[in-house]
C-alpha cells in the first residue's frame, strides 16, 4: 500500500459560509494545514470523512430544491 497520498485539493479553494471547511476538497482548514505531515492512516481517515462531508453536503442541495 503506498503511504504518500495525493491531497485530494481540486483547486477549488473557497470556504464555506462558516469559514471552516473549503468547498472544492471538503478539508477543514486544520485538514489542509496538516495534510503534509499526517500519516497515511491519518490521510485515510481525511479521506473517508471527506465522501460523507461531500453526500451530505449534496442531500442540503438537493432538500433545498
Not at 497520498?5 to 485538514?31: I, Y
Not at 451530505?56 to 438537493?62: D, I, K, N, Q, S
Request: proline residues 3%; aromatic residues 4%.
Amino acid at each position: 500500500m503506498r503511504d504518500d497520498l495525493p491531497s485530494p485539493c481540486t483547486g477549488v479553494c473557497r470556504l464555506d459560509v462558516a469559514g471552516e471547511t473549503c468547498v472544492g476538497c471538503w478539508r477543514t482548514l486544520d485538514e489542509i494545514a496538516g495534510w503534509a505531515r499526517f500519516s497515511a492512516e491519518e490521510k485515510r481517515q481525511v479521506l473517508d470523512a471527506l465522501r460523507a462531508r461531500a453526500d451530505r453536503a449534496e442531500l442540503r442541495l438537493t432538500d433545498q430544491t
